[in-house]
């Protein structure tokens, strides 16, 4: 069987071949001009300039635009599936998903077309009416999480706009809670994790035990505190008769692809139940297919189901919504006028919702999520036996993977993505992968043979 060479690269090579035939013409360049224009014309995605379309559109805009976000120089504007184009009209095979959050990929053509008929129906009428959507996508919601195996008393859903309103519904409910059990208050300290992130309002904030993020808004609001993940004996120390709620991601995306293992959920929420803490897996990231299964914990049995699931990202396929699952332990404590919203649960949101749950919980999808992660974990494997010193290990499930490198990964993202592959990173040297979930096997290998060629690069 004839070696398997990506048309990709047979291409480039045929044009290099071509350029080393070519009598150099004398230049009156300088030395390092011409050493940018020889490394640009060898890349078939170099990061635009500064004298291009994609340069004066962003300097015309970018002041205007508080700066939140340091931002490389592609500009995308279209999408179709597992790819996307830049001002430039340059095309980049994308294991980002707009960070987990485009399951189905780009343009999905049946969402589109549910967006437009909807558009045409009904877009908003406000929580002070009813809709037929935000109780469907409640219903759908609740039906497949039993379905799943995942939280097996699921009961009601909250419907918002956002993953981080979503882990504060459901810090909040966890406060309700505790003062119903407790009325004089004592019951109101709050667990979560180093290595977390749960959001960037305050509420989500306080729970993300990360400097980088809380520094800057300091202090943080009372009655949070922080364990280590995975960390089975400090369980009974740390959720206590005092604690009313817990939140914990069953795999870290931010914080590096860290799984928790089976042993440290079970004892968390048997930890929880003995003190009457309300559980909150947090799979805004991990879950809704993206393991395989349609929630990250679905494998775990009754006694280590969460309390409250929340979820966003996925959930809209990148129009905003976001939702708090909980059990009926939690809705009984909720009562008219707790909570609420003004976007959320709009029609508009919750048919694309439900559009796209019904997509991404279908089960062939979920086998090829995990026949398609055996790929991935294949060729890290071959990366990582033949990079030893760089790369360490793999971790994640479905895909949700991350690579764990010796060194910061910025290099490689850049000689990454200059060869049209985008990857990002997350945790402490780690790049991390959440690609759409309809990436074919085709796509998978070229884009690891363009991440094969980045890292090479960078070793030079």
């Given at each position: 069987m004839?070696?398997r060479?990506p048309?990709r690269?047979?291409a480039f090579?045929r044009?290099r071949s071509?350029?080393?035939?070519a009598?150099?013409a ?10 940018s ?6 890349l ?6 500064e ?18 976000y340091?931002?490389?120089?592609p ?10 184009w830049?001002?430039?009209?340059r095309?980049?095979?994308?294991f ?6 485009n ?7 049946g ?9 045409q ?5 406000s929580?002070?009416y ?9 219903q ?11 939280m097996?008393?699921?009961a ?16 909040k409910?966890?406060?309700?809670a505790?003062k119903?059990?407790?009325?004089t ?7 979560s994790?180093?290595g977390?992130f749960?959001g960037r ?6 729970a ?13 609001l ?8 995975n ?7 740390l959720?206590?008769d005092?604690t009313?709620?817990?939140m914990?991601?069953p795999?870290?995306g931010?914080g ?6 089976d042993e440290?959920?079970?004892a968390?929420a ?20 993206r393991?395989?299964t ?9 006694e280590?189901?969460p309390?409250?699931i ?6 809209g396929n990148?129009f905003?919504?976001g ?13 008219i006028g ?6 959320g ?7 694309l ?13 979920q ?18 036996q ?7 290990e ?23 993505r ?6 990002i ?6 790049l ?14 070229s884009?690891?043979d363009?991440?094969e060629e ?7």
């Open positions: 004839a070696p060479i048309i690269r047979l090579t044009i071509l350029s080393s035939q009598t150099p004398a230049s009156n360049l300088s030395q390092h001009a011409q050493k224009i020889s490394r640009d014309a060898s078939p995605n170099p990061d635009p300039t004298d291009s379309a994609s340069a004066a559109l962003v300097k015309e805009h970018s002041k205007y635009m508080l700066a939140t340091a931002r490389p120089a500009v995308f504007v279209k999408g179709e599936g597992s790819y996307l830049d001002l430039e009209n095309k980049y095979l994308d980002t998903a707009g960070i987990a959050v399951a189905l990929g780009h343009s999905d053509p969402l589109a077309k549910v967006l437009t008929d909807q558009a129906t009904l877009w908003h009428a929580n002070l009813y809709n037929p959507w935000t109780g469907a996508l409640s759908l919601l609740v039906e497949k999480t039993l379905q799943s195996g995942a097996h008393d699921a009601t859903v909250f419907v918002c706009n956002s993953g981080t309103e979503a882990n504060e519904a459901a810090i409910f966890a406060r309700k505790g119903v059990v407790d009325p208050g004592t019951k109101h300290e709050f667990v994790f180093h977390s749960h309002t305050m509420g989500s904030l306080s993300t035990p990360n400097p980088k993020y809380q520094e800057p808004f300091a202090p943080m009372p009655g949070f505190k922080y364990g280590t993940y960390d089975v004996s400090a369980i009974d120390g959720v206590t005092k009313c709620g817990v914990i991601e795999i870290q931010e590096g692809v860290n799984v928790a293992t440290f959920l079970l968390l048997k930890r929880c139940r003995e003190v009457g803490a309300v559980l909150i897996f947090d799979e805004i990231q991990c879950g809704l297919s393991t395989g349609l929630w990250a914990h679905s494998h775990l049995p009754k280590a189901h309390d409250v929340t979820t966003a990202k996925a959930l990148g905003p919504i939702a708090t699952v909980v059990n009926g332990n939690v809705s009984d404590k909720i009562k707790d909570h609420g919203t003004t976007f649960g709009n029609p508009m949101a919750c048919r919702a439900h559009y796209v749950v019904s997509r991404l919980s279908d089960p062939k999808l086998e090829d999520v995990l026949s398609r992660s055996k790929v991935f974990r294949e060729r890290f494997e071959q990366l990582r033949k990079y030893p010193d760089l790369i360490t793999v971790r994640g499930k479905g895909l949700i993977l991350g690579v764990q490198l010796t060194e910061d990964p910025a290099p490689i993202v850049k000689a990454a200059e060869r049209g592959l985008l990857v990173t997350c945790g402490t040297n780690t991390r992968f959440v690609p759409p979930l309809t990436v074919s096997v085709e796509e998978i290998e884009g690891l363009i991440l980045a890292i090479a690069a960078t070793r030079k």
